[in-house]
């Protein structure tokens, strides 16, 4: 039997002092383990000594690679272009500032072996200030709820995957914070185990407010493309179908008013609102069936590709 063959993948911004530490517990866990490892490091953009620190590291230890962006293109460009140079069977992403744990590898393949295609960590315990555990909880749990998968920690940075997986992921932007939703639309076994959490030792948090709402948007755009990219009418259809009934119920309020009362009572900012809410209504049930009529003509067309390629191969 051959050897497990693995590809550590970090992406990191400005972590020049995290990353010889990083390396030395990688290779310790490397090396007990007897893994066939590879550790690739996805500069993005950094502006500090980070290329310097993984050049140094390259020339002493060959299964150090490295892949460096011109400028910081984000975390899900990072790790879209890691999943295309990872030559493991297994790829293992984790974060380069030194919280995620490398003791933690060997448990989350071992969770792989179980039958799983993706294995994402949880931090039970948190080394974080709570303006970024608060919201990130909130998060957790509205996508939860929202893509029907049931996971604590979403963008926990510790995951493995099988090598299958990585080539199916189309990662676009703000997409690596929904891997395991993806993951589990497309049919993959994803299971979530917990894992060390340790604080931050070196530089600071790159998260913000912006990425807490940047994350929202992001999952609505998610959920667009993979649940109702067949059927945007349903997307956009029950939203304008809610505003609608709520506008008409408004103005039939306003109708009794003045039927039985002969005026309004001034209610006049209501009957606004209904007005308003029938027209967004509207406008949004025309938007949904638009899209609806482009994704069938784009279906169409994919239809007939496949089937010119299907008579080509002689099938």
């Keep these: 039997m051959s050897p497990r063959t693995v590809s550590i993948v970090i992406p990191l911004l400005d972590e020049e002092e995290s990353l010889r530490p990083l390396h030395e517990a990688l290779a310790r866990v490397i ?22 620190v993984i050049r140094e590291l390259a020339e002493k230890d060959p299964r150090v690679k490295a892949v460096r962006f011109r400028r910081n293109f984000g975390k899900s460009a990072g790790l879209a272009t890691a999943f295309r140079v990872a030559t493991g069977d297994i790829v293992v992403t984790m974060d380069a500032d030194l919280q995620d744990d490398p003791e933690e590898i060997p448990n989350l393949i071992a969770k792989l072996d179980e039958g799983y295609d993706l294995v994402t960590g949880w931090k039970v315990v948190r080394h974080d200030p709570i303006s970024k555990t608060l919201p990130s909880k909130v998060f957790n749990r509205v996508t939860s709820f929202i893509t029907g998968i049931k996971l604590h920690d979403f ?80 997307f956009f259809g029950w939203a304008g179908t809610f505003l609608m009934a709520g506008g008409v119920a408004i103005e039939g309020y306003i109708a009794y008013l003045r039927l039985v009362h002969g005026w309004i009572m001034n209610r006049y900012p209501l009957l606004w609102l209904g007005v308003l809410m029938i027209i967004v209504g509207l406008q949004m049930l025309s938007t949904g069936l638009l899209a609806e009529l482009v994704a069938n003509v784009k279906g169409d067309e994919g239809e007939v590709s496949i089937l010119e390629t299907i008579r080509a191969e002689g099938v």
Excluded at 41 to 50: E, P
Excluded at 224 to 229: D, E, G, K, M, N
Aim: positive net charge; glycine residues 8%.
């Design 155 to 234: 963008n926990c940075g510790l995951k493995a995957y099988r090598r299958e997986l990585t080539k199916s992921i189309r990662m676009k932007r703000g997409m690596h914070r929904f891997v395991p939703a993806l993951a589990h639309w497309q049919g993959f076994r994803v299971a979530e185990i917990p894992v060390q959490h340790h604080p931050r030792r070196f530089g600071k948090s790159k998260f913000g407010a912006k990425r807490f709402v940047d994350g929202f948007l992001d999952l609505l755009t998610v959920v667009l493309l993979t649940r109702y990219v067949s059927r945007p009418l349903h």
């Design 31 to 52: 090396d007990r383990e007897g893994y066939v490892a590879e550790i690739v490091f996805i500069d993005d953009g950094s502006r500090d000594g980070s290329f310097s």
